[in-house]
């Protein structure tokens, strides 16, 4: 069984920046690992993904350039750096673990969530 607890999530001013922390119990390290976000009305989405490894990231085009994710298996901590943050980045973000150990895409493959830390970014 894995939980999750994110933290980091406030209110910002646009181009402010934002550093989202997933501590996770319980195994991770042979997971991938995922963020998504939810703003109101919208399905939830991918942000960044990362392997077990932490060696292969994926980001949504939107994120690109702007955003980091990374990992500490030691500390089971994966980590969403934010930078030059827009108010459309505004929504609940999520911290997933995965089924496998690449990068994954689909939220349907991950098992395990977070409840979630909002983020708000003012104009």
């Known amino acids: 069984q894995v939980q999750l607890v994110e933290s980091g999530g406030g209110l910002v001013q646009a181009g402010g920046s934002l550093r989202l922390s997933c501590a996770a119990s319980g195994r991770t390290s042979s997971r991938g690992m995922g963020w998504f976000r939810q703003a109101p009305g919208k399905e939830r989405a991918l942000v960044a993904a990362?392997?077990?490894?932490?060696?292969?990231?994926y980001y949504a085009d939107y994120v690109k350039g702007r955003f980091t994710i990374s990992r500490d298996n030691a500390k089971n901590t994966v980590y969403l750096q934010m930078n030059d943050l827009k108010p459309e980045d505004t929504a609940v973000y999520y911290c997933?673990?995965?089924?496998?150990?690449?990068?994954?895409?689909?939220?349907?493959?991950?098992?395990?969530w977070g409840q979630g830390t909002q983020v708000t970014v003012s104009s």
């Open positions: 990362i392997s077990m490894s932490g060696i292969i990231t």
């Open positions: 997933a673990a995965a089924s496998a150990v690449g990068v994954v895409r689909a939220p349907s493959n991950y098992d395990y």
